[in-house]
Every structure is written in structure tokens, then in C-alpha cells.
């Protein structure tokens, strides 16, 4: 193999498949990054779980292919000077980079061992604009489970049903659920994406209007960007009803400011340091008004934020930070908020419309 | 104590005192700020070793003094409106915080148990700016030993004499030495700061013109900035004699570009790893060129550097490390670097004058 390409180009791709490149391996080739020169150079990462393709325009000399070490190679190239760079692999998979004055010559591994990507067949697609993905991600994946007993809850589940997208993480104590309207009509289903997974495909697209496409199988997803693809595993078995969960009746519903109500819980919240089963906050509601107060061994918050309530009075304690992860993600300038009784669900909704669906169980004193 | 203060003046009182508290510590008013309202409000953190005191404005409405946690303390403020703050003492040292519609009550610490400040007397100063004396601290103090072993390299050397203020740090492989000149007349003296002096006075003091004031005694210093105070201990015992350890003579000499030279030995690095002492890197100067190289397990470097020489050619190795830190530091486009011989020291100096000498020591191989 060997190719010329920008220092530019080149630290682009080396930025998005390392995102998929293993740093807890005991297997040299997975710290690596696949490079194959055809027409253009194709870079691959892959941990098994998480696999990026990224092709980068290259003045290709002679085809070929090699695995480099990732982090060696991106910290090799971020250095270079902004000009073309020459990759040549020479005998023994050693492997010459050439940049003006500079000159490297690393040790490669041979391309053979490396693992191939899952190929997917690209049919009846979803095409979704890359920022609404990041948003929508950013804006449930603070509720995926992290306890391992329940695995299926450890992903996002994301329903596809009559042209609207909806995309669920549930932990057991609350809920996120963000609903999309697509335009494109595709066939209905039903998949759960890792957290990881999530977490990763958020870090490489951008906050543009350009789409992406997901097409998936029964147990793989692939987002599709054109020059990039990330293919991922899909975790196996029945998500919960979530709908099921999400009460219908309320007793009590407050309209309030969604910065102001952030910055009241984040306040209150500053006297609880670990142990918040313990010491949550209590929500005092009445006369347009609520008191959200807060008592430790540290000391004592109050805090008093006008809104407009309907229904019954109310008194009733949350883990804060449940409340907090959800207010942070959400951009309405208000919210609807309705509280079903001190024991039940509480249910964070925009002002109009269906958009946004957050559930917060209370705790029991 | 009972007073109103701004929360921006409050914040920034907190955030300077903040440096000097103690956060290793099994007393917790080592963890507090002290608190003393007379005419303005006066706050002091103090770990023993350094001190700072700060004076903010305040509406005094009742005269007296508390101890508050600093980090639950400087939590809290940060996260209060940008408005008024009541601080109001109350029985049994609780303390009161209060802004707009938010109120936290707090456990506060009697403050008789709070270490004083050492007084010094404020005579006999040395004025310098703000700006010089963070940029000077930048320059020196990467040289510093951290081995306990030798305490006295532990910090730097600060010389007055003959209206030339020379800073001084060795820790046996390098020596940085950075020389202003100073306008006003002031009694010679010879002090060792601590690294950890300098290296949170500079951490407090902003890039301005505006002058501050450094008085020392045998065993102190203290640093003026109008509205805050730092004191600190000196270490006790004789600097070395730097002057000698600073060869005269040299058989090769270079001119070279700063920033062109750095980013060799950045690149020349890379494939150093750990063991530095093992694989240094190799300097290889001939007919105006410079070329560097390295050679380890994981790879070789070359890089190539066009300079002016004067002398003998040379063959010399370097622990790259050195080089780099002070190369980054200097802001002149070019320097001079003199050679004694392969096995002696190498001194980095400006073209013209005298402001800064870098001395390190080859690797012998």
C-alpha cells in the first residue's frame, strides 16, 4: 500500500473510527486502525460490539492495506504539518509516514487477522437529519439503565409505527420518551440500540440538517453518512409497554418556567451530597406556588417558584436529579407538569403537543 | 455576623481565598473560609503553608465572624441569581444564606479555632507587574524539582540584586534562569519559594499591567495585590551556585527558529513512550541542518531542521522532554542554543540580551 493524503482529510477519518476502536483489549490488531487503499482509502475501526468504515479521498500509488496502532497513528498525524502526507508500507508491514521534513517509520500488523464489519443490506432505510438524531439521543439516553440484571433496559428502544419515530430509555425509577413525526414511509419495527452505542453515533454526527439513514435487521443497525458508515449490535428480547406505564389522569398540573424550576432543584439539591434516597427534595404545591425544600445533615435548602397550578394541593418528595437530567435536555421555555398522587408518577410534558414524555417516580417516606 | 454583598463580589472573593484551602486535611476548619465582617468583609483561607486574604464590599449590618466550608460554600454562591446575598449568622453558628427566592441555612464553624495569618511588616517591597511576574513564574517553574530528597530544589531561587530581579529553578538535569530588570531600589536579598507557592500565586494573579507588591522576611513572603493578600513560608537553607554551574565557553553554536524546533522534538517524541532515559533523542548538526531522530520498540522519527551554525559539528543525545518545556515557554521567534561538547551542557539563550538561560544536560551514551 501506498498513497498520498492530506493531513487534513486524514485526521478527519482517524477522529471518527477511533471512536470505535477498543482501549481495553488484550488483542494488539483491535487497538488498531484498519487502513485499505483502493480507489480511495477506506479506514476501519472495531471493537466487535461498535464498527466505523470511513472512506477519505487519497492519491492512491499502490493498493494494499495494513492495520496501524490508533492512537500512535493519530498522534503521529495531529503533529504533522498541514500538507500531504505519505503512507507507504514497506516489508515486515512496516509502515513509512512522510510529511515535508518529517519522517516516521512504525510497525504495522498485517490486515489478515483483523475482524471484517457485519455487512447489512441497505433496504427501506429511515432517513432522519443528523442534528434531530443527536438531539433526540441526548435527550433520552440519561434515562438507559446501567444495571446489568435487566440488560434489555441498558438500551434505548426505538419504535418505528405509522410515520412517527419514538425512541424510549426507562431505568426503573423514570422514563424518557422523545416522538418524531418521519416523513418517509418505511416498514414498521421495533429495535433496542445499546446505551453505548447511543453514546458513540452521537459523538460522530453533527449538529446539521444533512440526513443520515438507519437501516436495520433483526440483531444489527447501521447509520449510514455517506462517506462513514457505524454498524452496531442490537440488544435481544421484548422492551417494556411503556406505554402501559405512563399514567392518563392527573390530580394535580402545574404550567412553570423551565430554566427557573432547573435552577431551584439544582439549588436545593447542593445540600444532598451522596446518599439522595435518603434525603430527597419535597415539593410543596399550592396557592400558584411551589416550596421545593431540602434537609440534610448539612443543612437546609428552600426555594419558592410561582406557576400556575391546577387541581389539588400537593405535597410530594423525588431524587432531584431526576429532575434535573430531564429539565437540562429539554428547550421549551415552559412545561406541563402533572402529578397523578404523592405515591404515583409524575409526567413532564411540552405546553402543546406530544413531543416529549418524561416519567419520575416519587419517593415513598 | 449579618451582611449584603453581591453575589459576583462574594464569587470572586471565594475563587481567590479558595487556592489556600486546605483540601487534605482531617480539621475541617482547614476546609472553611474564614469570614469577618467589620467595615467591608474580610475572607482568609489558610492550609498552613499558604495564606491568602481577601477584602470584598459589603453593607455590614451587625459586625462578626464565622467559618463556612469553602466548597459547600463556594457551591452554593455559584449557583445563586446574580442579585444581592443576605449572610446572616444565627445561633449555634448556623448560617443563613439568602438571594431572591432562594434560602439555605448551613452548618458554620466557630471561627476561634482559625489559624491567624503571619504578619509581616510591609517595608522594603519589590514592585513588579502582574503580567511579568505570572509570565516569569510560566518561564521557571517546569524546572522545579519535585524530589524530596534535596528540598531546597523544591523551589526557586529569587535573587535582587543590583536592581535585577533573577528567578532561578534546578532539579539537577536542567536549569531555567529568567532576569528582569527592576526600577526601583531596594535591599538585596536572596529567597527560596516554594514551587507550590508560585505555582497557585500565579494561578490568582491576572496577565494586567497593574503592579503588586512582594515583601519577604527570612522565613516569608508576602505578595500584595491591593484587595488580597498571599503569605507564605520560604525554604530554609543555601540555593546552588548557579552561576557556576553555567558554562562560559561552547564549541558549537546555532541559530534556530523557536516554534519550528519545538514541533521537531514534539514529533521526534512520539515514539518514546515511557522510558526516556532509555530512548533519548539524537541531534545530529551539520552544514546549517539539524536532524533529529529517534529509535525505539514501537518506531524510528527523523526530523529535519534548517538553522545557522557556528563551530565544530556535533553528535549529542537529549532527553527531549527537557527541551520541550522550555522551548515552549520562550516567547522569541529565535534563539541561540550553545554546545560545550557531546558530553557537557547545552545552553538555549535569546539572540540578544540576557533574559533567559535554559541549561540541560546530555544523555551519555
Not at 103 to 129: M, T
Not at 171 to 183: I, K, M, N, P
Not at 229 to 251: A, C, D, F, Q, T
Not at 310 to 318: A, H, N, P, Q, T
Amino acid at each position: 500500500m501506498k498513497l498520498i493524503c492530506s493531513k487534513e482529510n486524514l485526521m478527519e477519518g482517524i477522529n471518527i473510527v477511533q471512536k470505535a476502536v477498543s482501549t481495553k483489549t488484550t488483542l494488539p490488531i483491535l487497538e488498531g486502525i484498519l487502513l485499505e487503499a483502493d480507489d480511495r482509502l477506506k479506514m476501519t475501526g472495531n471493537d466487535l460490539e461498535i464498527g466505523i468504515e470511513c472512506y477519505v479521498d487519497a492519491d492512491v500509488k499502490r493498493k494494499g492495506s495494513i492495520v496501524l496502532n490508533s492512537k500512535m497513528l493519530g498522534d503521529i498525524v495531529r503533529r504533522l504539518p498541514d500538507a500531504e502526507v505519505l503512507l507507504d508500507v514497506k516489508e515486515n508491514n512496516s509502515v513509512v509516514i512522510e510529511c515535508e521534513s518529517s519522517l516516521f517509520e512504525i510497525r504495522g500488523i498485517a490486515s489478515e487477522g483483523f475482524p471484517a464489519l457485519p455487512s447489512l443490506e441497505k433496504e427501506d432505510g429511515i432517513k432522519i437529519s443528523q442534528k434531530l438524531i443527536k438531539d433526540i439521543i441526548k435527550q433520552t439516553i440519561f434515562a438507559v439503565s446501567v444495571d446489568e440484571n435487566r440488560p434489555i433496559l441498558t438500551g434505548s428502544l426505538f419504535e418505528y409505527k405509522n410515520g412517527h419515530l419514538s425512541i424510549v430509555s426507562i431505568d426503573g425509577y423514570r422514563l424518557a420518551l422523545r416522538t418524531v413525526a418521519s416523513e418517509f414511509a418505511v416498514q414498521d419495527r421495533n429495535i433496542v440500540i445499546p446505551g453505548k452505542t447511543l453514546n458513540e453515533i452521537s459523538k460522530i454526527i453533527q449538529p446539521v440538517d444533512e440526513e443520515l439513514t438507519i437501516y436495520t435487521t433483526n440483531n444489527q443497525i447501521l447509520f449510514d453518512m455517506g462517506n462513514c458508515i457505524m454498524v452496531s449490535r442490537l440488544l435481544e428480547g421484548e422492551y417494556l409497554n411503556y406505554m402501559g406505564i405512563i399514567p392518563k389522569e392527573h390530580e394535580t398540573k402545574i404550567n412553570v418556567n423551565t430554566k427557573e424550576l432547573l435552577a431551584c432543584f439544582e439549588r436545593a439539591s447542593l445540600v444532598i451530597t451522596n446518599d439522595e434516597r435518603r434525603y430527597p427534595v419535597k415539593l410543596d404545591i399550592k396557592d400558584d406556588m411551589m416550596i421545593i425544600t431540602s434537609n440534610t445533615e448539612i443543612g437546609n435548602a428552600r426555594e419558592e417558584i410561582r406557576l400556575e397550578m391546577d387541581g389539588k394541593e400537593l405535597e410530594i418528595s423525588f431524587n432531584p436529579r431526576y429532575f434535573i437530567e430531564a429539565l437540562r435536555v429539554i428547550e421549551n421555555e415552559a412545561v406541563s407538569i402533572s402529578f397523578t398522587s404523592n405515591i404515583g408518577p409524575c409526567i413532564i410534558r411540552p405546553l402543546q403537543g406530544d413531543a416529549f414524555v418524561y416519567l419520575v417516580l416519587p419517593i415513598r417516606k
